[in-house]
């Protein structure tokens, strides 16, 4: 049985719901959250699986009030450099790593073998829960996510933009997907809900394709406060 209660640890962090919401259960259940960890496409500028600028990720973890960390790594390094990331945690005394995972067994079992290689404790508090419970739970929490990447031949580019509620989640089923998108049919950003200390308000700039993605360029709206 995995345990969180009392360890610190740091949460894999990809700045979308499933992470948000894994992220909110290891506190809840006892966690002590010390870092966030985001692997970052080379160069380091955008996220490598949400395409989220590095700007935007500073200011979710300022408004979680949790450091965050980076590290760069084409899809063939992504493995050993996020192994030795964990290994860094570990030397400075992080006990855990918390991931989003939810039932896709390769997800569970990778970040399974990583924290093992790494002497740190798994903990998938979302895992076998049923997708659609988990969507639920994460709209009444108060959690606010908005589409920001959808691939191609799964979701119409007009869910580009949409914010996660009961709506949009029957469109998608409506276009033949789970809505939880745990298979990669689209990515979100989380923008507000009970972690954070104020809402980020997004900015959107445009659009690009990438293979079989649609990326948003979303950043945070200046405000002029």
Known sequence: MEIIDGRSFVCSWSGGKDSCLALYHAIRNGGKPEFLLTMMAEGGERSRSHGL???LLERQAERLGIPIVFRPASWDEYES???AALREFKAGGIEAGVF??????ANREWSERMCAAAGIAPYHPLW?????ALLGEFIDLGFKATVVVI???KLDAGFLGREIDWQTIAEMEAAGIDACG???EYHTVVTDGPL???RIALEIRDRRIQDR???LDAAERNTGM
């Open 53 to 55: 600028p590095r700007s």
């Open 81 to 83: 450099v996020f192994l």
């Open 100 to 105: 989003g995972a939810i039932d896709v067994d």
């Open 128 to 132: 076998q829960r049923p997708r659609r």
């Open 151 to 153: 691939r191609n031949d």
């Open 182 to 184: 745990e298979l990669g």
């Open 196 to 198: 954070f200390s104020a």
């Open 213 to 215: 993605y649609s990326f």
